[in-house]
């Protein structure tokens, strides 16, 4: 079962999240906050982002708002797996 302390989330910082939205590439994007937040499968960012066609082209032609959007509802998804496991 996967486990992840919701305290490494809370290294994703407004920053990173910045750093991310300005990157074209969705895999790119998230590597650095997965990275942070000490999560090693990418199990939840896939569910939350399978809306998204195979080339990612919604994250490509999204503004960085949108992007910022997505991005923390992947974040709060985390935390409430996280939750979950604990």
């Known amino acids: 079962m996967r486990t992840l302390d919701l305290t490494r989330l809370d290294a994703i910082t407004p920053e990173l999240i910045e750093r991310a939205t300005q990157e074209h590439d969705l ?49 709060g998804l985390e935390k409430r797996h996280a939750g979950f496991a604990g």
């Open 27 to 75: 895999d790119t994007a998230l590597w650095p906050l997965q990275i942070a937040a000490g999560i090693e499968a990418g199990d939840t960012a896939g569910l939350f982002f399978s809306f998204m066609d195979g080339e990612n082209s919604q994250w490509f032609d999204a503004s960085p708002a949108e992007r910022k959007r997505w991005l923390l509802g992947w974040i």
